[in-house]
């Protein structure tokens, strides 16, 4: 079914933009750079606040010697944790622990009491008039330490007699999840082949453009705070912080500017959220946290390990998998980014059909800092280690890893499907996206020019990765969860204007909305005016995460605007005296079968000025509010106590050609082609900019993305000279295909389109150096391959 037909189907309009790719309504702001970050509205008489930060992983507090700092330059005040603790509470967690553990404390504390309790945790806030005084002031401080043993790894954290990280706690872990499905066991002991592999995934970071931000302006005379900054979740955090400086929800107003960027890293629960609004209500003056890029590098996440089986038959048909993995999720804070493991566990296998399975993970608090979200969301790392092991299968087997793939992938006749963790995966033809993807890629040429040109010195690898990424998260306990709300209103000159709970985190999805809302209106996109980010304007809502923007809040958005159009059409209607069912809407017009139309201009003065003819028989004013609630979420457990918590099922397959340089370890990327199906497209070429975005970033965390540190527990990699990122110049065009088989669980037949990309990347990259290196690639046991792991195996010292 076509974009076209199935938005008609949807919405019975007379024309639809879904489907279209319309550019950007604010791009030309962003190019002519009209765009006001939070940065750019720091008021003129704002405070700066730096922050002293701990350089020890683990250290009492013994003194802050504040004296000499006190009298430099501009600094108004130096703030340590005791004070702090004294004015505002801890932060709560944005999804807290489930029973039994539902008290374990946390760090939310927004400086350190006492004890820090990882390298780079704030322990004093110095105010100055500047930035450049505070930070400088800050850089002076003098901290008197008595350092203390550090857990730095999970097999120490896991260890018998090991120091506990979070005091109250009866162990290190986490939390920890199981899943099985069928007989694992017998399985692998009848198997004619079995592969076993491991992998340890090095600690990595979103490094957004723009770091955070944050600026607190408390109004005495209203008693009321306004927190405007780099938040991808405003009213999460209005929640947060008024609970921790025991405020009403409603005496806290948050504002979420456009984004330089977020990619997960911004969402709610940073302490220096609260922070801000505790300095500014302090000293009767708004307040500014501008973070600094090596700060900004603390936000590290996906370290882990995995050890795995798959066990298949002599054709190479999958009869099991297993897998256990433990991640070093650090100490836990106010963020829900510890939480991404868990998810891991969920997609296994994911697109492919195999009746034994079993996977545990488990989740280890270390003294490092806490986890930042981060694209991908735990999901990139299990398709990570399922194309590792079907790649090991094949090579075992001897047989072409395509070919392996296309004898395992779940038909789509058998679609929709559960995965042993409870999910029901929607709709999709993973064969079908193989086939393209092998003609696009040209994966048959490139083969024989890996036969014709390999050398001792310079290998081409060839890889292909799948990935299935849930989207539309909606676990229970989240605040909010599941569901996203839109009012629409026409003013009585006719303007449209949509207030949605949703955030862009620069990604256009505002044009994408306003796609929407002017197919069931029959206006133009550009008539449509999206509010966003702002808890005083628009309803509740979790705003940007878990590509819920269309998902949900366009859904939300299409059902207001179709109550919207209802009222219009008794207007018109009334006006054009004809039935309200028979009138259709296009150009900014009603039409009567008669031929008779109006303006919606006309109609909307008409029902606001004369509500008894124009408007008789409608609710005024001209103006809708309706919330959209996920399909194929579960909430009750099944027969192996599981629950459902993504409701869309996109997924992708990739392939890329690499160059290994055998005297230098260094890897040139030489093409990268991929096939995609998040169901509906409302706007192809914004997906398409959101999957080679994060195909970049896949690549990245496949080759040279990885966060490092000092013996010490120092952060070493707090710049972009050595936290390195893939450039223009690294990566060849990216080609892309689509497919679209629309999900049976949406009203518009969508799925998520922000995530999808890494994972497969990642996989396909990894395979493709995995492929070069030929037989040491069964030693790559750690991600990312960098060129000095890759010299280690091929000179066999791994």
């Known amino acids: 079914m076509s974009a076209e037909t199935f938005a008609e189907r949807a919405d019975d309009a007379t024309e639809t933009w879904i489907g279209r790719s319309v550019a950007r309504l604010d791009g030309l702001d962003y190019a002519a750079g009209r765009v006001r ?49 004294r004015l505002c509470a801890p932060m709560p967690m944005a999804l807290p622990f489930r029973a039994p553990h539902a008290d374990r404390a946390i ?107 944050y600026v607190g302006a408390w109004d005495e005379r209203l008693g009321r705070l306004t ?83 798959i066990a298949g038959d002599a054709d190479g048909r999958i009869t099991a998998f297993c897998n256990s993995f433990v991640a070093d999720v650090g100490t836990i804070g106010p963020g829900n980014g510890w939480t991404m493991p868990l998810i891991t566990a969920t997609v296994f296998p994911t697109v492919y059909e195999v009746p034994n399975v079993e996977v545990d993970g488990t989740l280890v608090a270390t003294n490092k800092a806490p986890w930042q979200p ?67 890629f040209g994966y048959d040429r490139w083969r024989a020019r890996q036969a014709q040109t390999q050398s001792h010195e310079c290998r081409i690898g060839i890889g292909i990765g799948f990935e299935l990424t849930p989207e539309g998260g909606a676990r229970p306990g989240a605040f909010p969860s599941g569901f996203e709300t839109a009012s629409i209103r026409m003013s009585p000159t006719g303007d449209v204007q949509v207030a949605i709970g949703v955030t862009s985190p620069g990604s256009g999805n505002e044009t994408g909305i306003a796609q929407i809302v002017a197919g069931v209106l029959g206006l133009r996109p550009e008539a449509i005016r999206v509010i966003q980010g702002d808890t005083d304007t628009v309803p509740v809502g979790t705003g940007n995460a878990s590509s819920r923007a269309l998902l949900y809040g366009g859904a939300a958005a299409h059902l207001a605007a179709s109550d919207l159009r209802a009222k219009l059409a008794v207007c018109a209607g009334n006006v054009l005296q004809a039935r309200a069912e028979d009138i259709r809407f296009s150009n900014g017009r009603a039409h009567a079968p008669s031929g008779g139309s109006v303006s919606l201009a006309e109609l909307a003065l008409g029902a606001h000025t004369h509500p008894f003819t124009v408007g008789d028989g409608i609710e005024l004013p001209l103006e809708a509010t309706r919330s959209y609630r996920a399909r194929n979420v579960r909430v009750k457990p099944d027969e192996n106590g599981r629950i459902a918590t993504y409701s869309s099922f996109p997924y992708s397959v990739h392939a890329a050609a690499i160059e290994l340089d055998c005297g230098t370890g260094r890897v040139a990327v030489l093409d990268v082609a991929a096939v995609h ?122």
């Open 37 to 85: 970050y939070t940065a750019d509205l720091i008021p003129a008489d704002a405070l700066y606040v730096a922050l002293a930060r701990s350089p020890h992983p683990c250290a009492r507090i013994v003194s802050i010697d504040a004296d000499a700092v006190r009298g430099m330059p501009g600094v108004v005040a130096v703030v340590d944790g005791a004070e702090a603790g």
């Open 107 to 213: 760090l939310g504390r927004c400086l350190a009491d006492g004890t820090a309790r990882f390298a780079g945790q704030p322990v004093a806030a110095v105010v100055a008039e500047s930035q450049h005084e505070a930070e400088a002031a800050a850089d002076r401080l003098t901290v008197h330490y008595e350092v203390l043993h550090a857990v730095r790894t999970t097999e120490e954290a896991l260890g018998e007699g090991a120091p506990i990280v979070h005091p109250g706690w009866d162990s290190n872990v986490v939390a920890s999840d199981r899943v099985k499905a069928g007989d694992p066991e017998a399985a692998f002991r009848g198997a004619a082949c079995v592969v076993r592999g491991e992998i340890a995934v090095r600690p990595s970071t979103a490094a957004p453009t723009e770091p955070l931000c």
């Open 227 to 309: 927190l405007t900054g780099t938040l991808q979740n405003p009213h999460t955090t209005r929640w947060q912080v008024a609970a921790s400086l025991e405020l009403r929800e409603t005496d806290v107003r948050v504002v979420a500017p456009p984004a330089g960027g977020a990619f997960g890293f911004k969402m709610a629960g940073h302490t220096e959220e609260v922070l801000v609004g505790l300095l500014s209500r302090l000293f009767g003056r708004p307040v500014a946290y501008l973070e600094n890029r090596r700060d900004t590098m603390r936000g590290h996440c996906r370290e882990q390990t995995h050890r795995f089986a």
């Open 374 to 440: 981060i694209r991908g969301y735990g999901k990139e790392i299990a398709n990570l280690v399922m194309e590792r092991a079907v790649d090991l299968l094949a090579g075992e087997l001897g047989l072409d890893p395509a070919a392996v793939r296309a004898r395992n992938l779940i038909p789509s006749r058998a679609l929709p499907r559960r995965l042993p963790s409870g999910l029901n995966v929607d709709s999709g033809d993973y064969p079908e996206a193989l086939s393209r993807l092998k003609d696009l």
């Open 677 to 798: 199906d998040c169901g509906v497209m409302v706007n192809p070429a914004l997906v398409t900019g959101q999957l080679r975005g994060a195909i970049a970033m896949g690549i990245g965390a496949a080759l040279w993305e990885e966060v490092t540190y000092a013996d010490d527990g120092r952060l070493t990699s707090d710049r972009f000279k050595s936290y390195l990122l893939p450039r223009s110049t690294d990566l060849p065009p990216i080609r892309v295909g689509h497919m679209s088989t629309p999900s049976p669980f949406h009203p518009l037949g969508m799925k998520g389109g922000g995530e999808s990309g890494l994972g497969g990347a990642l996989a396909a990259m990894t395979n493709a150096v995995c492929d070069a290196l030929g037989p040491a690639s069964g030693r790559l046991a750690t991600i990312p391959a960098t060129p000095p792991r890759l010299m280690a195996l091929l000179a066999g010292r791994v």
